[in-house]
Structure formats: C-alpha cells, structure tokens
C-alpha cells in the first residue's frame, strides 16, 4: 500500500512569518490612518458633542470651561492678525 501524500494543489501557500507581520502591519496602518482622517473632517462635530455631554454632566462648571476654551481658540486664530484698511500685518501697515 502507497502512503497517503496529499496533492501539491491541496496544499496551503507556504507564508513566511515576516509576510504574516507585513500583512498585520498593513492592515492595521490603514485602519489608523482611515480613523486620523475620520477626526481630523469631523474635529468641530466632535468638539460639540462633547460639549453638550459636559452640559448634562453634574458639574457646570466643566461645561463653562469647555465653552471658553472652545471659544477662544476660535476668536484668537483671528484676532491676532491686526487689520488697517487693506493692510493686514504688521509689515503692511509699517509701509502704508
């Protein structure tokens, strides 16, 4: 009687460990990078819910600190930038 040799065809693909880490690696790269994207477009929604979780919360002033803080990175990212007339900067106003 022969033994019994399964057919090459039935066989699985011969995978080299390092190829398995590739594969994970790969895979889990896309999963966080599909994530970062996903905060970065929704960052304000985000902010927002948070917000009003905070406002139920026991606590108000949690939420009045949220508020604030929330507040003022929006109205300092302009008010910062001085503005004359047309001029914008302080190098533009130096020469007007």
């Not at 905060?39 to 009045?64: G, I, L, T």
């Not at 604030?68 to 007339?85: Q, Y």
């Amino acid at each position: 009687m022969a033994p019994l040799v399964p057919s090459p065809t039935l066989l699985p693909p011969k995978v080299s460990v390092s190829g398995l880490i590739y594969e994970q690696m790969y895979r889990t790269r896309a999963t966080f990078k599909l994530a970062l994207r996903y905060c970065q477009r929704h960052k304000e929604q985000v902010q927002a819910d948070a917000c009003a979780r905070s406002y139920f919360d026991a606590d108000p002033r949690k939420f009045w600190q949220n508020v604030t803080k929330t507040a003022s990175v929006k109205a300092t990212r302009f008010a910062n930038r001085p503005k004359i007339g047309d001029s914008i900067g302080e190098k533009d106003m130096c020469c007007m």
